[in-house]
């Protein structure tokens, strides 16, 4: 008989392919109780946080043949608890008062040198991110996000589509995520413990 909790996240995963229960269940031991926590932490409600790791784990097993995991498992799941969490804060009525919270926490921290130093190094990186996109994306990038422009006004400065303006602002806004992902969960991780 195989002992399940002997075996690497990884094996798991490749069992979870072949809707192996047995794995299935190992890999909620491990990990449910941190993914609870973590989205204890955005949520601030048990009931919510609870929701959230039964529907990852109801997803997990449903697409178990589908998945395809190219990080460790233990950061997948986190990361499917944080957008988890965060599409709940979005859709509910809670999303005003978790980004007034969030504002608050981050103005209570402004005076930190540190924290200022951090912040003008994201800053830092962040444009050389945007420098490095096609011209047009670019600016359509630069005119959404810091002159604050709509796609209407956008697509009539470039003479482009109002399409085209939303197309590019989209592909501008995940090149640039794709690119500070690593940086992001590095910052989060540091900046969470």
Known sequence: MLHYSKIADT???AQLCNHNHA?????????????YIY??????DSDDASDVV?????TLWNRGPYLQIDTGLKAYLLTATRHRALRIIHNSS???????E???????EA???????????LCTILD????NLPSTMQAVYRKSKHEELSHRSIAEELGITEHSSRTLLNRALNSLRTKLTTLLSLAAVFWYF
């Open 11 to 13: 094996e798991l995963a």
């Open 23 to 35: 794995a299935f269940t190992e890999i909620y031991k491990r990990h449910w109780k941190s993914m």
């Open 39 to 44: 989205a204890r932490s955005i949520l601030k």
């Open 54 to 58: 039964h529907d990852i784990f109801t």
């Open 94 to 100: 809670r999303a005003d008062a978790y980004a007034a």
């Open 102 to 108: 969030l504002a608050q926490s981050f103005s209570e």
């Open 111 to 121: 005076g930190s040198t540190d924290d200022n130093c951090n912040f003008r190094e």
């Open 128 to 131: 050389d991110a945007v420098e």
